[in-house]
């Protein structure tokens, strides 16, 4: 099951590699583009419809 999981989320959403390296990087980037300041605990990052990298908050 566990591993259906990813498997299911690259057929249906995005075809590319899920690399752990590749999306720190990538959060990364984003922290320094945008500013970063050390999130609340109620802070989480996640992907849009487009892919696209986002932070937000949880309520």
Known sequence: MCKKIPEQYTM??????????KLEKEIEEYEREN???QP???TKYFLDDNG????GRID
């Open 12 to 21: 249906d959403v995005d075809s590319s590699d899920l690399n752990s390296e």
């Open 35 to 37: 500013g970063y300041k």
């Open 40 to 42: 609340s605990s109620h």
């Open 52 to 55: 696209v990298l986002r932070q």
